[in-house]
């Protein structure tokens, strides 16, 4: 069964709008993980955050854990045609080294 | 480049065929993953690899076997395919085993678009 599960499935937006998508998620984890796929490549991954942490930031990435709320937010911020993509949340389970994916958000920026 | 090389990119059996999917890794990672991707969902893990010569079931193993034939390689076997294996696979490693002490992601390979007719 999935772990998690992104909302909402699908988000269209302009160029230099901002994006978030969420993340939920039904065990404890020890971190939590977001992967971008690109249409018909592999998987690339953006950013981790750890249990113990509540914000974490790259460039233009801004990702939220809330533990004991099991969610998770990434923000996408003055978004650009580039960033259409599928956007996945992973959780990697307590005491498991498997990582398990979401369903998804596909993300579309209209220039 | 580094990272994970997958092969075939594409590759159309027949019902009841068999086939190996190859990953190779040069990054060194001693954990190794196959996964499944069907539209609209997300990624399933089959069988995962946490140290040369050991194995173990994921979500979706049924259908499936692997062998982890060295630190680098581990390999995904269909010994009868059926429709429903139609799916793209993709390969992934990760290092360290232990996710308590992760910093980077699992980086994978580009897929194996796979149709059983």
């Known amino acids: 069964s999935q772990q998690g599960e992104e909302d909402p499935q699908a988000l269209s937006i302009q160029e230099g709008e901002n994006a978030t998508m969420n993340c939920s998620y039904k065990t404890s984890i020890n971190n939590l993980q977001w992967y971008r796929q690109n249409s018909g490549r592999g998987l690339v991954h953006l950013i981790l955050i750890r249990s113990n942490e509540r914000e974490k930031h790259s460039g233009r990435l801004r990702v939220t854990l809330d533990t004991s709320k099991k969610s998770s937010s990434l923000l996408i911020t003055a978004s650009r045609a580039a960033d259409t993509a599928s956007y996945f949340c992973a959780t990697d389970r307590y005491n498991t080294d498997k990582l398990i994916f979401g369903t998804g958000t596909r993300l579309q920026v209209f220039p | 480049n580094a990272g994970v090389t997958q092969t075939p990119k594409f590759q159309v059996l027949k019902t009841g065929q068999s086939m190996t999917l190859q990953c190779a890794q040069d990054?060194?990672?001693?954990?190794m993953y196959w996964y499944r991707q069907d539209p609209g969902m997300g990624l399933r893990l089959i069988y995962y690899?946490?140290?040369?010569?050991?194995?173990d079931k994921g979500e979706v193993p049924n259908g499936y076997n692997v062998s982890r034939l060295n630190k680098r390689e581990f390999s995904l076997r269909l010994e009868s395919a059926a429709p429903s294996q139609t799916s793209v696979y993709f390969c992934a490693s990760s290092e360290p085993r232990d996710p308590k002490v992760r910093v980077y992601g699992y980086t994978f390979g580009s897929g194996t678009r796979l149709t059983v007719v």
């Open positions: 990054m060194n990672h001693n954990s």
């Open positions: 690899s946490a140290s040369e010569g050991t194995t």
